[in-house]
């Protein structure tokens, strides 16, 4: 059974930091490329960022110099350490694991940046 389970989102306030995780089991983590989506109230999920399993990086213009996605193929895990957060980066986070023939959701975790 595939699992990816998320954590780390939260109230933050503006300017502040957090680093969201997501942890997957029941595949083969390190040929997956692993991403991060936002999706705000009333409006489409979106890419924020993309790491792929050789560790290449890449994020939306609007998050770059804010937001760092990393991996820990050890840990199954993959993380988005959001820093200088800002009140619309306020969304639903999900990550996202894509091999060639599979690709998988977790939970959501709700970020809110409010003062």
């Known amino acids: 059974q595939v699992q990816l389970v998320q954590s780390g989102g939260g109230l933050v306030q503006p300017g502040g930091s957090l680093r969201l995780s997501c942890a997957a089991s029941?595949?083969?983590?390190?040929?997956?490329?692993m991403r991060w989506y936002l999706q705000a109230p009333g409006k489409q999920r979106e890419l924020v960022a993309t790491i792929t399993s050789g560790g290449s990086t890449n994020v939306a213009d609007s998050v770059k110099g804010r937001f760092t996605i990393s991996r820990d193929n050890a840990k199954n895990t993959v993380y988005l350490q959001m820093n200088n957060l800002k009140p619309e980066d306020t969304a639903v986070y999900y990550c996202h694991a894509r091999s060639t023939t599979a690709g998988y959701w977790g939970q959501g975790t709700q970020v809110t940046v409010s003062s």
């Open positions: 029941g595949i083969t983590f390190s040929i997956y490329t």
